[in-house]
């Protein structure tokens, strides 16, 4: 069939062309907008989830739906090599530029560029990769004491303010804040805790992997009542039929049963991939219906395809040490597993491992889901190991 008709789209927060199951969380972020738009309380809205369910697809729909609405956004990505001052404060200027230009907010937009100025100029000596143009003087003693939490609570306070005071709400979005560290993370949550009890417009609508919202609770500890923690996972069967058939539909192609089955089942039904099940389906067939024999000649393609691209740049990361580490999780199954089940694989004591197997947190590879266990943040990557480290070499 003719590749470029193929609506599929793989890709690192690529859309997919049918945003299957996902309907009812957007419709409590839409909810939690709206009730704060009008001064009532309303949670910030955090998803967690494995690596390849759609949280970066999901989180930029639901800025185009807050757009849509009316709300002011940013969007920003934590990195691993920057500092959450650093990455929100350029895009807070451009919000308050924004919300300069609404006549009655005016006036308080401007003391919250006084404010940035205050917050930029006394925290770069801490945080020395902020980098923020400034449209007006710093204001003595606003958001400029030099110390985080109190700063950044002050500067959402001004910008709280001015949305407010033009009838809008800011919205801002984060994608993998599981890498904010630990004392920023804090500030940020107390920051929203204050706006919060002030009834000010200002929420977050953020994404990380499963260990977020632990790592939320160890930054403050009234982290749980201040946000709405949501699970995203693989999808449900019907929707992840529908994510399969709903896009060949709509290009005039059928996906006969036994090939969608055959999807769901080779892709555990994880947006992402389906989305690379479908895309090498429908290039390995010559007309409709694509059949489950396409699929099967399909998914040698597929897996070589996710083994070069969403597995590899993963592995790459990885020291020799970690990666014997994961391909002894990897002997063992998905997972989760007991950490003294992989020592046991690896023939040496639980504490032996304690540095490495924090390092593969951090990096985001694993995560702990009770105490004592640890399970793979990437789905299928116990299959990929045993792949990539055959046989028994590796044991050595």
């Known amino acids: 069939?003719?590749?470029?008709?193929?609506?599929?789209?793989?890709?690192?927060?690529?859309?997919?062309?049918?945003?299957?199951?996902?309907?009812?969380?957007?419709?409590?972020?839409?909810?939690?907008?709206?009730?704060?738009?009008?001064?009532?309380?309303?949670?910030?809205?955090?998803?967690?989830?494995?690596?390849?369910?759609?949280?970066?697809?999901?989180?930029?729909?639901?800025?185009?739906?807050?757009?849509?609405?009316?709300?002011?956004?940013i969007r920003i990505e934590a990195p691993e090599n920057r500092s959450l001052p650093a990455i929100l404060a350029p895009q807070l200027r451009l919000a308050l530029l924004r919300l300069n230009r609404i006549e009655a907010a005016k006036d308080m937009a401007v003391r919250g560029l006084k404010a940035l100025a205050g917050f930029a100029s006394k925290l770069k000596m801490t945080y020395k990769d902020i980098e923020v143009g400034l449209d007006y003087d710093p204001e003595p003693g606003?958001?400029?004491?030099?110390?985080?939490?109190?700063?950044?609570?002050?500067?959402?306070?001004?910008?709280?303010?001015?949305?407010?005071?033009?009838?809008?709400?800011?919205?801002?979005?984060?994608?993998?804040?599981?890498?904010?560290?630990?004392?920023?993370?804090?500030?940020?949550?107390?920051?929203?805790?204050?706006?919060?009890?002030?009834?000010?417009?200002?929420?977050?609508?953020?994404?990380?992997?499963?260990?977020?919202?632990?790592?939320m609770g160890e930054a403050k500890s009234y982290a749980e009542r201040l946000f709405q923690f949501t699970e995203i996972g693989a999808l449900a069967k019907s929707d992840a039929q529908f994510a399969i058939v709903k896009p060949a539909a709509d290009e005039g192609v059928e996906v006969d049963g036994p090939a969608v089955e055959r999807i769901v089942h080779e892709t555990k039904g994880y947006p992402y991939f389906l989305q690379e099940w479908g895309k090498h389906s429908w290039d390995a067939a010559t007309a409709s219906p694509i059949t489950e024999l396409d699929v099967v000649n399909a998914s040698r393609e597929a897996v070589a395809t996710l083994d070069e691209s969403f597995f590899r740049v993963r592995f790459d990361r990885l020291t020799p040490a970690e990666k014997k580490y994961l391909r002894g999780m990897a002997e063992l199954g998905p997972g989760p597993h007991r950490s003294g089940d992989i020592a046991d694989q690896l023939g040496r004591s639980v504490q032996s491992f304690g540095p490495i197997r924090s390092n593969l947190i951090l990096k985001g590879m694993i995560w702990s889901p009770t105490h004592g266990d640890t399970a793979f943040t990437v789905p299928l990557f116990d299959e990929f190991m045993k792949r990539i480290m055959p046989g028994d070499d590796w044991k050595n």
Do not use: W
Request: proline letters at 6%; glycine letters at 10%; charged letters at 25%.
């Open 1 to 73: 069939m003719d590749p470029i008709l193929n609506p599929y789209a793989p890709g690192a927060g690529s859309p997919p062309p049918e945003l299957a199951g996902r309907s009812e969380l957007r419709e409590a972020v839409r909810i939690c907008i709206e009730r704060l738009r009008r001064g009532k309380a309303a949670k910030s809205v955090l998803m967690v989830g494995l690596r390849g369910v759609g949280k970066t697809v999901l989180l930029d729909q639901m800025r185009n739906d807050a757009e849509a609405t009316g709300a002011h956004t």
């Open 142 to 215: 606003l958001a400029d004491n030099g110390e985080l939490e109190s700063d950044l609570t002050a500067l959402l306070e001004e910008v709280g303010r001015a949305a407010k005071a033009g009838g809008t709400i800011l919205v801002i979005f984060i994608d993998e804040l599981q890498y904010v560290e630990e004392p920023q993370m804090a500030a940020l949550i107390s920051a929203l805790h204050r706006c919060a009890q002030a009834k000010l417009p200002v929420t977050v609508v953020g994404a990380g992997l499963p260990q977020l919202r632990g790592r």
